[in-house]
T-cell receptor, first 117, second 110 residues
Framework: AQSVTQLGSHVSVSEGALVLLRCNYS??????LFWYVQYPNQGLQLLLK??????LVKGINGFEAEFKKSETSFHLTKPSAHMSDAAEYFC???????????????FGQGTTLQVKP | DTAVSQTPKYLVTQMGNDKSIKCEQN?????MYWYKQDSKKFLKIMFS???????INETVPNRFSPKSPDKAHLNLHINSLELGDSAVYFC?????????FGPGTRLTVL
């Protein structure tokens, strides 16, 4: 079975500061991992994904994440926050190696990122 | 062109009514999904269809019935709506390595 835990339901940073959103996963098979962003009253947009290639993954809008198997983590970072980054961020896992896998995503609880001027 | 579209965007209805949400994707994917986002923003898979065949049916009340007339469309019909059905419903298409989400349908049951 797979699960995702996002540490911190709310993160607040100043504009220009480092953004760090934490995600830990549990999976009985090598996982695929994703970060999605949701702006108010909108759908989910894929930021980046890890699908067993390079462990450091670069995404859109300057975000990146590093897959660390030993720590079962997939934390999302951005060197310098922008006001437009304020949104809800979701980490998700799927289990491509499982029998009958259908790609269903298991989501974390979400983290609200607030960016202060 | 919108990759994954849903209609309607907002749906307000009375308890006990029956309603449907439609989803269409033009990405050529074989697999489509329905997810529910509750008032605390928690997202959970409900159903998945692969090429018109139901392959995931999570523990969802049987008042919810998905239907896929073809692989580009996945509709969600809900009978006898209850207050607890109020949520945002997202359609998605894709597969194991990427899923693209629609804009969501906000359902409010009064």
């Amino acid at each position: 079975a797979q699960s995702v835990t996002q540490l911190g339901s709310h993160v607040s940073v100043s504009e220009g500061a480092l953004v760090l959103l934490r995600c830990n996963y549990s999976s009985s098979v090598p996982p695929y991992l994703f970060w999605y962003v949701q702006y108010p009253n909108q759908g989910l947009q894929l930021l980046l994904k890890y699908t067993s290639a390079a462990t450091l993954v670069k995404g859109i809008n300057g975000f990146e994440a590093e897959f660390k198997k030993s720590e079962t983590s997939f934390h999302l970072t951005k060197p310098s926050a922008h006001m437009s980054d304020a949104a809800e961020y979701f980490c998700a896992v799927s289990a491509p190696g499982t029998s009958g896998n259908t790609g269903k995503l298991i989501f974390g609880q979400g983290t609200t990122l607030q960016v202060k001027p | 062109d919108t990759a994954v579209s849903q209609t309607p965007k907002y749906l307000v209805t009375q308890m006990g009514n029956d309603k449907s949400i439609k989803c269409e994707q033009n990405l050529g994917h074989d697999t489509m999904y329905w997810y529910k986002q509750d008032s605390k923003k928690f997202l959970k898979i409900m159903f998945s269809y692969n090429n018109k065949e139901l392959i995931i049916n999570e523990t969802v009340p049987n008042r919810f019935s998905p239907k896929s007339p073809d692989k580009a469309h996945l509709n969600l019909h809900i009978n006898s709506l209850e207050l607890g059905d109020s949520a945002v419903y997202f359609c998605a298409s894709g597969g194991t390595d990427t899923q693209y989400f629609g804009p969501g349908t906000r359902l409010t049951v009064l």
